[in-house]
């Protein structure tokens, strides 16, 4: 561990691999409720989805979420580094909403797609809440 989390950055898709590999999720929540596109989270535009997606594969979640942000996982490299260390696949079902009718293009895509090909993660963990008013999409 370093003092300065920035020391990371240039190798990050690694160090999320590396950590991914110590640290393996048993569940993965992403809250999709109200997203941020543009350059979050201090100067984006909240975009309300109303979509919580559950998976016990954290590969195949980041990769359903960048489908639904409408950018291309194939440019997320950690993705590619997980699935080929073994830590989950992209090869999914997803059950409830199909991603084409949740999938909504952000705008400032070119600064998320930045965001997504520097290996940071744009999905936040949160408690799982059952209501019925958000659409629910486990990937499995």
């Excluded at 960048?66 to 950690?78: C, D, G, L």
Aim: charged share 25%; aromatic share 8%; with cysteine.
């Amino acid at each position: 561990p370093v003092r300065y989390k920035a020391k990371y950055h240039k190798n990050l898709d690694e160090s999320i691999v590396d950590l991914a590999s110590v640290f393996r999720p048993h569940l993965s929540i992403v809250d999709g409720i109200v997203a941020m596109e543009g350059s979050g989270p201090t100067f984006g535009t909240p975009v309300k989805l109303n979509t919580i997606l559950l998976s016990r594969d954290p590969v195949a979640i980041d990769h359903a979420t960048a489908r639904i942000m409408k950018i291309n996982p194939s440019k997320t490299r950690y993705l590619g580094l997980a699935q080929e260390r073994g830590l989950g696949s992209v090869a999914y079902e997803v059950k409830g909403y199909d991603i084409k009718q949740i999938a909504t293009c952000f705008k400032g895509k070119p600064f998320v797609e930045r965001v997504y090909e520097k290996g940071r993660p744009v999905l936040a963990i949160m408690q799982a809440i059952s209501n019925s008013r958000y659409r629910w999409a486990p990937v499995s």
